[in-house]
């Protein structure tokens, strides 16, 4: 009952004349910062269970997945607020 809910008050409001180019190019920027953030932590990963890091190579390490965490999330945000432009999204409360 509760996955009809959902597709009477979503799914039918998505109509192809609501989406536009910028919608797919947001989500694949988006798509491809969370890869990019998917391969450092899986390499970081790596590195921490080798063990042999310096204290210095880890702060950089860290810098480097921070900042490519930073970057998903901002894409993420921006394909968010399109959606949301477009009225397929609600507005967060
Ligand atoms: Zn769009």
Not at 39 to 64: C, K, N, P, S, W
């Amino acid at each position: 009952m509760a996955a009809n809910a959902f597709n009477n008050s979503t799914l039918t409001d998505v109509r192809t004349d609501r989406v536009c180019l910028d919608c797919d190019k947001l989500l694949t920027e988006a798509s491809d910062a969370i890869r990019r953030h998917t391969g450092d932590m899986t390499v970081g990963m790596f590195l921490i269970h080798r063990g042999d890091l310096t204290e210095e190579a880890r702060q950089d390490f860290r810098a480097r997945l921070v900042a490519s965490f930073r970057d998903a999330q901002s894409s993420w945000d921006a394909y968010r607020r399109h959606l949301m432009d477009h009225g397929i999204l609600p507005e967060l409360s």
